[in-house]
């Protein structure tokens, strides 16, 4: 806008990433490929070069890494921006990761968060695939479930923990995978009664006038048809479980990452919270991708199947 | 299992050369001589009336008192062919021989495959859609034996016959792959491959090689010749088509029907195509016929 061309935007924004890209790529002269690459990059609904969206996302990083350094520069704490007490500079949050993983025991935490988050995706797994397969296929069952689905789709989850300390008699992990259940299981009967419903009635129709009955018909072809996307909603679960666990953790716990964050404001160092913090969104973005390979593996067919 | 028709036509009792075209005989076989009642007819409309009930209270006459009758040929097949502009009830006349839901059953009327009601979708009515229909999960093989897994076969017995199915549609060395790495010609083969798969009385198309190009239509129109000359097959094939040459060239009867509401205009019975479709498109007969019918779609005479 304020620029002559009136590009202005574009252009800014793909010059600093010819700098970028120049100075992390060799230095040869820009080839007319790179240049079309970033030139695509930036323009609507054009397409990243995967060197291109790295160069990107470090340049996210590196921004953020070096506004936080700028705000908590200096050695006496008044000469800061911001205070240590409210956000330690880069260098004191690293020299804090020994502790973290010794006095703090990390890994056990980390276990314990994992083996609730597992628990707890078993049950959803274990039960909403069944009663969402049935709703999907019929829809009797459907709207039987309706009424419950709903409301768990629909109740704030921080409402359900009290709730579940009350029914599980206290915190224990009962009380943590009765808490990932119940904030999970309405979503997902939800996802596996459509993706069931979804399956296209030519392929029933076909599978039925080769002679299956009504129960091959829902085990070898609509299951199998809609186990993709069954499989997508499962990443989905796993994956708001990390968030779930951390809650649930937070308001009461002995081990586990969100104890970790929660002690760590009240008497360890604060600098273990941005840790735990990072080791948290870490594991949830490795375990995503994990299972996104496995679905490439499982459903070539699918497009665009675990992206 | 695949001798030349004409020599297993000619070792039957009954079976006599009725003509010669060009050289070549054509034979009909009459019913066994033990036997002189007529055969019990491959396929029956009787007076079928489909009408729906839409959502918003109102109803649409799909097809109206629709009857057909295509006659069992000993040794060979028939083509019966369906035209009609789009809406005039073609697939419902399929969907209700299929046994499929909504279309079936008919409002009024009654469909009988070989003397018997169709109450429902049945192995020996099999379907092949537009729409490429095998089963994503499962490779070639698998999706070629569905209908002989659905009905107990060991699984050595029925991928040895899912292969000789395989084999008989031009698909041999593809039988690990999945269906999305096969072009659309090579997925309707496996269509086809895996409906004869059941040994179906009927072949219900709706409009199969709708989505194909024209040489891969070509040659899944031979695929059909050959299917339903076979004598060990003895398949009548019911096939919605929009293409008037392709009906024209394929079939034994041709079903022309009009919309609004759905019902057949004029029924026509052919000689089973004897020459390639080079040399029979060009005749005046064909020629004619191609035209005639293709005027009649365009809305002409289509009352004469
Ligand atoms: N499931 C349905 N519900 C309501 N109307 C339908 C349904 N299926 C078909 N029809 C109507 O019946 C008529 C014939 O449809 P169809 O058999 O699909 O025609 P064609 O296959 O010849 O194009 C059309 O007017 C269509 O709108
Ligand atoms: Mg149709």
Redesign the interface.
Same mark, same amino acid.
């Given at each position: 806008m304020n620029s002559p061309e009136g590009n202005a935007p574009r252009g800014f924004v793909a010059k600093i990433l010819a700098l970028f890209v120049e100075r992390a790529g060799d230095p040869a002269p820009a080839a007319p490929a790179r240049t079309s690459a970033l030139r695509s990059a930036f323009t609507l609904r054009g397409e990243a070069t995967p060197l291109l969206a790295a160069a990107a996302a470090l340049t996210c990083v590196g921004t953020i890494i070096l506004l936080w350094a700028f705000v908590t520069w200096g050695k006496e704490a008044e000469s800061r921006i911001l205070s240590p007490v409210k956000l330690p500079s880069p260098a004191e949050t690293l020299e804090q990761i020994p502790s973290l993983i010794t006095e703090r025991e990390l890994l056990k935490s980390t276990l314990w968060s994992l083996r609730r988050i597992a628990l707890g995706f078993l049950c959803v797994v274990s039960i909403g695939l069944p009663l969402g397969v049935l709703a999907g296929a019929f829809a009797g069952v459907r709207a039987f479930l309706t009424p419950p689905v709903l409301f768990l789709r629909y109740a704030p989850v921080a409402a359900l923990l009290p709730l579940t300390i009350l029914w599980a008699r206290g915190v224990g992990e009962g009380q943590k995978v009765l808490f990932l259940f119940l904030a999970s299981i309405g979503f997902f009967v939800h996802d596996v009664a459509s993706a069931i419903g979804a399956v296209?009635d030519?392929?029933v129709?076909?599978?039925?006038?080769?002679?299956?009955?009504s129960r091959?018909l829902v085990v070898?072809?609509i299951f199998?048809?809609a186990?993709p996307s069954i499989v997508t909603s499962m990443r989905t679960v796993l994956g708001v479980s990390f968030g779930y666990i951390v809650l649930a953790e937070v308001i009461a716990a002995e081990y586990g990452l969100g104890y970790l964050i929660q002690s760590s404001e009240r008497r360890g160092a604060k600098e273990h919270i941005y840790l735990v913090l990072l080791v948290i969104t870490s594991l949830a973005f490795c375990i995503d991708r994990g299972l996104a390979a496995l679905e490439r593996w499982l459903?070539?067919?699918?497009q665009g199947s675990g992206r | 299992m695949s001798e030349p028709r004409l020599d297993v036509a000619m070792q039957r009792p009954g079976a006599h050369v009725v003509g010669e075209i060009d050289g070549n005989p054509v034979v009909e076989s009459a019913a066994p001589t033990e036997n002189h009642a007529p055969r019990t007819p491959a396929l029956e409309l009787r007076h079928v009336t489909k009408i729906f009930t839409l959502p918003n209270g109102k109803q649409t006459t799909a097809v109206r008192d629709v009857t057909l009758v295509v006659e069992d040929v000993a040794e060979r097949g028939e083509v019966v062919s369906v035209l009609g502009p789009s809406g005039c009830g073609k697939s419902t006349i399929l969907n209700c021989v299929?046994?499929?839901a909504p279309h079936h059953p008919p409002t009024t009327g009654e469909v009988l495959v070989r003397g018997e009601h169709v109450g429902?979708?049945?192995?020996s009515?099999?379907?092949v859609?537009q729409?490429y229909?095998s089963? *994503? +999960?499962l490779t070639v093989l698998d999706n070629v034996a569905?209908?002989l897994?659905? $009905?107990g076969m060991e699984r050595d017995e029925r991928h040895a016959k899912a292969l000789d199915w395989i084999g008989r549609v031009g698909l041999k060395g593809h039988e690990h792959k999945? *269906? +999305?790495q096969l072009s659309g010609g090579q997925q309707q083969r496996v269509?086809i491959a $895996?409906?004869l798969a059941?040994r179906p009385q009927m072949i219900?198309m709706d409009e199969p090689f709708g989505a194909l190009d024209p040489a891969t239509r070509r040659e899944m129109q031979e695929l059909l010749l050959s299917i339903y000359r076979d004598p060990a097959i003895e398949v009548t094939i019911l096939l919605v088509t929009h293409s008037v040459v392709e009906a024209v060239y394929l079939s034994t009867k041709i079903v022309l029907m009009k919309p609004n509401p759905g019902e057949i205009v004029k029924l026509w019975d052919l000689a089973p195509p004897s020459h390639s479709f080079e040399e029979t498109r060009t005749q005046p007969t064909f020629v004619k016929l191609v035209a005639e019918i293709e005027s009649r779609l365009r809305g002409r005479d289509v009352d004469a």
């Open positions: 296209e030519r392929f129709n076909t599978a039925a006038t080769l002679g299956a009955n091959q070898q072809v199998p048809l186990l459903f070539p067919y699918k | 299929a046994g499929l429902g979708p049945s192995a009515r099999g379907m859609f729409a229909t089963f *994503p +999960h569905f209908g897994r659905v $009905r999945y *269906p +999305h269509a $895996r409906t059941c219900l």
